[in-house]
């Protein structure tokens, strides 16, 4: 079946410091791979996407890779802030009646001090 | 913008009451999902539905039934509530897809559900 696994959490960080958040997938087929954040109090957005193997989604400082050989799409950043303070999920796509159904993974908590 | 909205954001509600949440849309998406939020496990998708009138079960729709009678409006319904379905509920809603085409899934803020 489609699972997604991820980096147990809470993750606490200073700012500045370099961020690496695993996700790990298991999938029939080609999905297509997400990282969602949720800020405190908020829905989810869409952080970054990657639709085939090899390709790298970036934005706001942030990038992951998709990695077919080792079933991985782990997000990093360089220097991190106070602001990017959330929680980060994994995700993966299934195509179901035309429909992009998502499976997440358990979501990583980040806390950034100052 | 894209705006998904939530009737509530927190409900209190007894065991044994029927229970129904809003979610609407107002970018004409075709797509529309239910998914449920609980610490160590993700989100879980609850139902989704394709079209007016359509629906599909997700991975957890036990207890659960929705409608959609109208393209903009989602709405999920606990028939009776119990403890165990106390979370966070989250409405999104997506473009109608086509091959492989990703159309990105835009959630609302949520519903934290108790059920006393």
């Known amino acids: 079946g489609n699972s997604v696994t991820q980096m147990e959490g809470p993750v606490t960080l200073s700012e500045e410091a370099f961020l690496t958040i695993n996700c790990t997938y298991t999938?029939?087929?080609?999905?297509?791979l997400f990282w969602y954040v949720q800020y405190p109090g908020e829905g989810l957005q869409l952080l970054l996407k990657?639709?085939?193997?090899?390709d790298k989604g970036s934005n706001k400082g942030f990038e992951a890779t998709y990695r077919k050989e080792t079933t991985s799409f782990h997000l990093e950043k360089g220097s991190v802030q106070v602001s990017d303070s959330a929680v980060y999920f994994c995700a993966l796509s299934r195509i179901i009646q035309g429909a992009q159904k998502l499976v997440f993974g358990q979501g990583t908590r980040l806390t950034i001090n100052p | 913008d894209v705006k998904v909205t939530q009737s509530s954001r927190y409900l209190v509600k007894r065991t044994g009451e029927k229970v129904f949440l809003e979610c609407v849309q107002d970018m004409d998406h075709e797509n529309m999902f239910w998914y449920r939020q609980d610490p160590g496990l993700g989100l879980r998708l609850i139902y989704f539905s394709y079209d007016v009138k359509m629906k599909e079960k997700g991975d957890i729709p036990e207890g659960y039934s929705v409608s959609r009678e109208k393209k903009e409006r989602f709405s999920l319904i606990l028939e009776s509530a119990s403890t165990n379905q106390t979370s966070m509920y989250l409405c999104?809603?997506?473009?109608?897809?086509?091959?492989?085409?990703?159309?990105?899934?835009?959630f609302g803020p949520g519903t934290r559900l108790t059920v006393l």
């Open positions: 999938a029939t087929g080609y999905p297509s």
């Open positions: 999104a809603s997506s473009l109608r897809g086509s091959g492989r085409a990703v159309n990105t899934q835009y």
């Open positions: 990657a639709t085939k193997a090899d």
